[in-house]
T-cell receptor, first 114, second 114 residues
Framework: AQSVTQLDSHVSVSEGTPVLLRCNYS??????LFWYVQHPNKGLQLLLK??????LVKGINGFEAEFKKSETSFHLTKPSAHMSDAAEYFC????????????FGKGTTLSVSS | DADVTQTPRNRITKTGKRIMLECSQT?????MYWYRQDPGLGLRLIYY???????NKGEISDGYSVSRQAQAKFSLSLESAIPNQTALYFC?????????????FGPGTRLTVL
């Protein structure tokens, strides 16, 4: 069975410094992996997705994530945080072979201070 | 106009009442999903439907039922609401392309059961 673990429930950074949100996954098959962002009182927006085409995936708003099969990780990074990046971020795994729906991590809240 | 809409956006009800949450989409996707979000738990799948004649239970279907009235409409019902069903509910749609589902979420319905 597939699962996903977000290693930090809360990350705090200063504006202009790098962002790292960590995610490990477990899947019986080659997974598809996603990062979604949820701003306060808003729905979920897709940041980026990995579908085996390339291990380094670029998303919106300057975010990117690297798929590392040997480490079963899919960490989200951004070189320079902006105040508008403050939100909750979800790492998500999909078991494509089974065709089932998504499995969400419990989320990481990113705080950005000026 | 939003591709995935949910009504109502907010609802307060009493224990024992029957509640229906509605979801409509204009994306033309066959697959639709209902999730609930609780603080610190991420999103958990309640039900999903891969087409009009297909309904499947998710991780936490007890106490809920669904109806897929058309490709574009997927309703979630709480037959007899209880306080621990207080949560934020999301509808999502997806289409399967290149072996991968990418899900798109509605804005959410905040339900409070007193």
């Amino acid at each position: 069975a597939q699962s996903v673990t977000q290693l930090d429930s809360h990350v705090s950074v200063s504006e202009g410094t790098p962002v790292l949100l960590r995610c490990n996954y477990s899947s019986s098959y080659s997974p598809s992996l996603f990062w979604y962002v949820q701003h306060p009182n808003k729905g979920l927006q897709l940041l980026l997705k990995y579908t085996s085409a390339a291990t380094l995936v670029k998303g919106i708003n300057g975010f990117e994530a690297e798929f590392k099969k040997s480490e079963t990780s899919f960490h989200l990074t951004k070189p320079s945080a902006h105040m508008s990046d403050a939100a909750e971020y979800f790492c998500v795994v999909s078991d494509d072979q089974a065709g089932t729906a998504l499995i969400f991590g419990k989320g990481t809240t990113l705080s950005v201070s000026s | 106009d939003a591709d995935v809409t949910q009504t109502p956006r907010n609802r307060i009800t009493k224990t024992g009442k029957r509640i229906m949450l509605e979801c409509s989409q204009t994306k033309g996707h066959d697959r639709m999903y209902w999730y609930r979000q609780d603080p610190g738990l991420g999103l958990r799948l309640i039900y999903y439907s891969f087409d009009v004649k297909d309904i499947n239970k998710g991780e936490i279907s007890d106490g809920y039922s669904v109806s897929r009235q058309a490709q574009a409409k997927f309703s979630l019902s709480l037959e007899s609401a209880i306080p621990n069903q207080t949560a934020l509910y999301f509808c999502a749609t997806s289409e399967r392309t290149g072996g991968t589902d990418t899900q798109y979420f509605g804005p959410g319905t905040r339900l409070t059961v007193l």
